[in-house]
């Protein structure tokens, strides 16, 4: 079957000409003698949508990449306050590096406010501890594109799910090493290459090992050095939609990479119970936004940008997927009426 | 050397982590995009369609409106128009489409008049098609159907052959919500009556009308703005709404409000013990969000899969 686009502009002018479109009415003034029945309710569809987000839920699906050590699974248990990672699901820590980058997702749904969430974590665990580290981000690179590719399987079955399922990448928290100094070349073509599919946001791991002085230092030297090779983090600037997102994601933008300590242990500090690190020097208070950046890092991929991911994934980077897709392969995949069978070789 | 980049507005209570405030950032992106939602009305001459509309959303859609006479009637075919509307309410921005279908049923014989009507709804669905299996699909325009109000005369004792085989030809391409127009010609109890044959023809003839979805009994919603308090759970027992629009205000009691003045008495449009106008928009207007997901979900992909089996391999 040739591509679909010709087939549809044929069939177009067969259709009845255009509707006469009137030109668009503003909708006059209300009178002064309107009372309260001058009101429609049109507003009610945000209750409406409100409403349909909390019945169906939602993915979210995190991937974490770093050097074995740099405290990546205990991260992503202190930004969900679950046993959510790989830390938690049976993994030894004693057990060997891998010889190879390895990709494990696992999933749990955790439920807040009436709202019910399908998050994946996905671990890479070996990226970046071999002698020779060279494109050790191509089986990364492999599993994000993997992901888009079932995606679009699934938009062009011709009896497609109602809700595709969502296993694409929505964040990928890349953990540099608090060395003090600079990024690594690892660091560096890792960004380079997965900055553009998929929305990197960098943190400073185990910012507990700095001062304030060093911490600062670094993050602008970090920051300075990611601007020169080109790299875009999430929020990229070229996908701030208006002045009040710029603004926003400005501020945000300048205070990144964040400088984070995770942890899933209590501790009593003042009365209350507070995740955190205990040494003989004090406790460092995961929390507290005068010991480390946490609370910030999970405001802005929690509580803010949480949407926002997952549409820069749909509408950005899987766009860019697709469109790679329909130019190399001359048109969309064949739209066969597709068994379960031959759903696989179609492609 | 912190600088709080966020007003900490949001709780802090151990184990709180903070993803329930999703539906308040996907609140705020639907709300700067704004929403957009096409509604079709269907029925013969006369039934007070363009009038309905006006009273439904407050505005005159029709400003210099030429009504043909009979004999330039027979030379017309069924019309499609489509206006659109912009309408803000407290901060929500709604841009809605109605398509008129002026001449259906008008002709001697009305034979084909719903075809270019289906024909109008394809076209719509196969622009989508076209445009969500294009390149750029960045700003896919949604010019579907989303509801068709079908207007049922009051003058008869039942549904007509035309009102029958409509709805049987487009059940599976709308959301058909039927309408007694010019309920003011009838009693309550002629009301009842002819609602009841409707719903009988309907279910004896397998048409598929809008089902509103169940409203769950504890939270059953109450409208209480627009209405004396409604329950939305019973809203569905109205169907079809018999209603009555009006372009005039009349002064009743010191205000002034839609209605029909008659010898007789004032019809109130707004008023819920004279017709169903309250509960039609309520219900229209609550359920935009079902509509619309219902077109998608059902009617758009069935269209799809018809269309791609046909030009499959």
């Known amino acids: 079957a040739g591509p679909v686009e010709s087939k549809n502009e044929a069939a177009m002018s067969e259709l009845v000409p255009e509707p006469r479109q009137k030109p668009v009415v503003p909708m006059k003034p209300m009178g002064i003698n309107a009372n309260l029945l001058g009101y429609i309710g049109i507003d009610t569809i945000i209750e409406q949508m409100r409403k349909k987000t909390m019945k169906t839920g939602f993915d979210f699906n995190i991937m974490v990449v770093g050097q074995s050590g740099l405290g990546k699974s205990t991260l992503v248990n202190t930004l969900f306050k679950s046993q959510v990672s790989r830390k938690s699901s049976g993994w030894n820590r004693e057990e060997k590096i891998p010889k190879t980058v390895e990709i494990k997702a696992i999933g749990h749904v955790i439920e807040e406010g009436g709202v019910k969430m399908k998050l994946t974590v996905i671990d890479t665990p070996g990226f970046g501890d071999q002698i020779n580290n060279e494109n050790c981000w191509e089986p990364i690179e492999k599993y994000i594109n993997e992901q888009y590719e079932k995606f679009l399987k699934e938009e062009v079955n011709i009896a497609r799910k109602k809700r595709i399922p969502d296993t694409r990448v929505h964040c990928c928290l890349y953990f540099i090493s608090p060395t003090g100094h600079s990024l690594r070349p690892l660091d560096l073509e890792f960004m380079k290459h997965l900055s553009k599919v998929v929305n990197i946001i960098p943190v400073i791991a185990k910012a507990d090992t700095m001062t304030l002085e060093e911490k600062t230092e670094f993050k602008q030297r970090v920051r300075k050095e990611l601007e020169v090779n080109g790299i875009e983090f999430y929020p990229q600037k070229e996908f701030d939609e208006d002045l009040e997102d710029k603004t926003e994601n400005d501020k945000i933008r300048e205070s990144m990479p964040f400088a984070v300590v995770g942890s899933d242990k209590e501790y009593q500090v003042n009365g209350k119970r507070v995740l955190g690190r205990k040494t003989p020097w004090g406790i460092i208070e995961v929390e507290n936004l005068t010991h480390c950046e946490f609370a910030l890092l999970r405001d802005f991929v929690i509580r803010t940008h949480l949407q926002d991911l997952k549409e820069v994934t749909h509408n950005i980077h899987y766009e860019t997927y697709r469109a790679k897709r329909l130019n190399d392969n001359g048109g969309l995949p064949p739209m066969t009426v597709e068994t379960e069978e031959n759903h696989e070789s179609n492609l | ?313």
Not at chain 2, 194 to 210: A, F, M, Q
Not at chain 2, 287 to 307: A, C, G, I, K, P
Request: proline share 4%.
């Open chain 2, 1 to 313: 050397y912190t600088h709080l980049l966020f007003s900490r507005q949001f709780s802090d209570s151990a184990g709180y982590v903070g993803f329930a405030n999703l539906p308040n950032q996907v609140h705020r992106k639907s709300v700067k995009k704004g929403f957009e939602f096409t509604l079709m009305v269907v029925g013969e001459s006369g039934l007070g369609k363009s009038t309905l509309i006006n009273s439904l959303f407050l505005t005159d859609l029709y400003p210099e409106r030429y009504i043909p006479g009979a004999a330039e009637k027979i030379e017309r075919t069924v019309q499609i128009e489509a206006s659109t509307v912009e309408i803000e309410e407290r901060g929500v921005k709604l841009r809605l489409t109605v398509v008129d279908t002026p001449g259906y049923g008008d002709a001697i014989n009305s034979q084909d008049c719903f075809k270019t009507i289906i024909q109008y709804i394809d076209n719509q669905f196969e622009r989508y098609l076209h445009d969500e299996s294009g390149l750029n699909r960045r700003h896919i325009i949604d010019n579907r159907v989303h509801c068709c109000f079908y207007f049922i005369s009051p003058f008869g004792h039942g549904l007509k052959p035309l009102d029958v085989e409509f709805m049987k030809a487009l059940h599976g391409k709308v959301n058909i919500v039927p309408v007694i127009a010019k309920a003011d010609t009838l009693t309550l109890k002629e009301r009842e009556r002819l609602k009841r044959r409707v719903l009988d023809e309907i279910s004896e003839h397998g048409i598929r009308i809008y089902q509103l979805p169940d409203a769950d009994s504890d939270e059953d919603e109450e409208f209480k703005e627009q209405t004396r308090v409604l329950k939305a759970s019973l809203i569905p027992t109205f169907i079809p709404f018999a209603v009555i629009g009006s372009n005039q205000l009349i002064e009743v009691k010191g205000k002034k409000i839609r209605g029909r003045l008659y010898p007789w008495g004032v019809v109130e449009v707004e008023n819920p013990e004279h017709n169903d106008f309250l509960k039609l928009r309520t219900m229209l207007v609550t359920h935009m969000q079902d509509l619309q997901e219902v077109t998608q979900d059902l009617h758009y992909e069935n269209f799809r899969s018809e269309r791609l089996k046909r030009t499959g391999k």
